[in-house]
């Protein structure tokens, strides 16, 4: 029988105890965590949420790292420890651990005692090794992972793969690539691992180096960017071989290492078989893919740059799941037990939630590199006015500085006379500014000179050192004076990474610590400097950070990223669909693309089959979480690619502005609830087989299935529609549809499949040209019949911080299926400017009425005045 005891936290204290163990020394409750010491080390299991425990593995008088995830303080949840001679557990509601005193295995179960995550039988590994001559530890975790497990995240990655089961990669920060060490499991857990520096997701360890054989090709000069400018480089392929042997038939995993801090291609055949063709004129160093061979002798192909160094590495794939970290103080992870919902919820719980973006953040913003002048960027914005394109974000690009030097933090008032005056004048017409920041300063500009006599970079480069707060102190003062002042609305960090993953065998902190400690850090430090800087001194206004990196936590400073200089073809589109996706599942809300891509064909206002990828670009960008254009050396604006293609993108600019009161709403609950607004399927159907295999379908909020069209010429698409007890409604021609089926669907240029669950009500708004522009016009609040349903529309300001004092209103609209009555719930709380009536359209969605993007039949118009209404239908 098992001896089971029950320790309750009462005033603040917290009883101590010790138990003999088989193989263990002792183990010890304290106030906090329970310690198990092991022949190999102390094991602590710390309960951090009712639904999550972390894990540490460390050796005796080991430092903690600084703490730089976990920052929220909550109160330690009460559990329980129970023991008996074969184990030990710490149960909380939602999640317990077992300790097996036997083989020292943790297995971790869900609050109905199903196990979600086991640890493998000797997975656990800590080895004393060195970074820059100073000690650290080799620590990696094994864990199983049964064959019908699907995993997801990690981050943003160029690979292709949103299933990562079995999957290598290594995790570094560089342009077109954000690492995040957090996956998302279909078994019903999310894990974080708990590392600052590089990290490798099912490491391979077997390798070989492959020879340089010849040239091929003509040598191509381009243009491309780099980290002072637009620069032109002469580019010529090279081929190099080599061969591998396997010991047996079945799936392997594949990591090709280029050899250089960015690649610029990927090419890789393994005899005479295609497994990766990728051009981009920027690509991360690594690449994955899980490739099926026969036992014996491969030959391997790869074609790359003169001065790459190609190594492919390759593992089985088993089932297993492993992490490794080269640079640690300790074993350090934390297992979240539930559902996607659950997962995340917890993991922002503890790490901070993600504040509200502005409202204006959620229309369309428009960007380009770039506009050179202030008259440029006037001209621009009044003919979005004009045409009466929607906008509410117009960006300026680097080099406005000009003549005083990169990220000198001033205008050069030869292009740029009277910043007061735009942004004035933008304003008036109800546009934002989104201007690049770098951390990049020019140490022969002013600031520059300053920084490097303080010695505030980071020594043999141009960057900032974020961690040393003087160093971060000092260029949030020049950012403060330099550009604040004048009012602009957003903030794009550039190059955050630092491009090129650029604290390699670099000292920081006042040479204190070797860059690789830290090294994937670095992007959060720069959001953190920005965010507490723009609270403190600006904080009227609600902030919008832009950054091209990120890492887990960072969702606390209001930080956005994008995936960095893409390319434009349809295999570039399909991989950054993924990797959005792949982001989404690690926490960081807030994402988008550069529609069209960055890289643009030279002939891009004519070409016609460029015109279909930017319109399929721009069709599945309506349903992210940001909606944004840009593009490299690109005058991006619709109207420059003929009417047929403005015309298009108007409607879409349209969609997006319709759907506002549905993503604000979204916008809260990922802030309130730590919801997730773009959403792989896993985390709505987690047991659908069918629903995790879809690569680039993903839930838009809760209720909308978006179905990017991904290929060129297509008129004819099968889209799986996830199990639904109710089934889906096309949001195109309101059929009804069974789930749990593949469905073929007529696809036009116009159209881009969209499917809405059966039960949804869709509160949409009126056409705009500016998400906060005042109109008399009703909202538009479909139903779509075949279930009951809820939403809740959230509403404040949508400017400043009024929310966090309580300042917002909300209302629920319910949907009885049966007796087809909507209920409108009465308005909880109010805000300034708040409208004390509104009118409402109500519509049943059928063939015949509330479909498409515009207003059409309409069942019952109402108006709302806050108090509860039941309307019949």
Known sequence: MRNKRKYIRTTGIILLFCVVLLNTACASKQKEKVVLELKQGLLSLIPLNQNAVRVQFFQPGSAPMEELIYTEKLPVPEYEVTEDKQSLVLSLDEISVEFDKGTEVLTFKDANKRIILQEKVGGRFMKVSSVQNEPTYQVEQRFVSPKDEYIYGTGQFQDGYLNIRGLTRRLTQVNTQISIPFILSSKGYGLLWNNYGLTDFNPADKFVELTPANASGEAVTVNTTGTSGNVRETRQTYSFTASVEVPRSGSYSLLLDVGQRMARKYYLVIDGQKIVDVNNLWLPPTTSAIVELTA??????????????????????????????????????????GNGDEVIASYRELTGPAPMMPLWSLGYIHCRERYNTQAELLENAREF???????????????????????????????????????????????????????????????????????????????????????????????????????????????TEPENDDLQNRRINREQTPGEVYRNVYPMYVSKTIYEGLRQDDPDRRAMIFTRSGFSGMQRYAAATWSGDVGHDW??????????????????????????????????????????????????????????????????????????????????????YRLLPYIYSQNAAVSFNGSTLMRPLVMDFPEDRFALEQNYQFMFGPSILVAPVVESGVNRMKVYLPECAAGWVDFWDGTPHKGGIFTDINVDLMKTPLFVKAGSILPLGPQKQYAAEETEQPWEIRIYPGADGSYSVYEDEGINYNYEKGQFSTFDLKWNNSDKTLTISDRKGSFAGMKERMAFNIVIVTPESGTGIYQSKVNKSIVYEGKSMVISL
């Not at 160094?309 to 297992?335: C, G, H, I, N």
């Not at 996706?581 to 693309?593: D, F, I, S």
């Not at 599945?620 to 840009?630: C, E, I, K, S, Y």
């Not at 403005?646 to 409607?651: D, F, G, S, T, V």
């Open 571 to 656: 295999e570039t589109l399909r991989r950054q669909i993924v990797g959005g996706l792949g982001q989404m599942a690690t926490g960081l809300p807030w994402w988008t693309y550069d529609a069209g891509g960055f890289f643009r064909p030279g002939d891009q206002y004519t070409n016609t089959g460029y015109h279909e990828q930017l319109i399929r670009w721009i069709q599945a960008g309506t349903f992210f979480p940001l909606m944004r254009v840009h593009g490299y050396m690109s005058n991006t604006e619709p109207w420059r690619y003929g009417e047929k293609v403005e015309h298009i993108i108007a409607r879409y600019l349209d969609l997006r």
């Open 296 to 337: 014996g002798k491969h030959d391997i192909e790869v074609q790359g740059e003169r001065n790459d160094k190609p190594v492919l590495y390759w593992r089985p794939v088993s089932e297993e799941t492993v992490f490794r970290s080269p640079v640690a103080q300790m074993l350090d992870y934390t297992v979240f037990a």
């Open 385 to 495: 006015r004009e045409r009466k394109l929607p906008i509410d974000i117009i960006v300026q690009d680097w080099q406005y500085w000009g003549k005083y030097g990169w990220n000198a933090m001033k205008f050069d008032e030869d292009r740029y006379p009277d910043p007061r005056s735009m942004m004035k004048e933008l304003h008036e017409m109800d546009v934002r500014l989104m201007i690049s920041v770098w951390s990049k300063i020019d140490a022969q500009s002013e600031v520059g000179r300053q920084a490097k006599e303080k010695g505030y970079y980071i020594p043999g480069s141009d960057w900032i050192d974020f961690f040393n707060p003087d160093a971060a102190a000092f260029y949030w003062q020049n950012f403060r004076t330099g550009l604040l002042k004048y009012g602009i609305d957003a903030w794009w960090q550039d190059a």
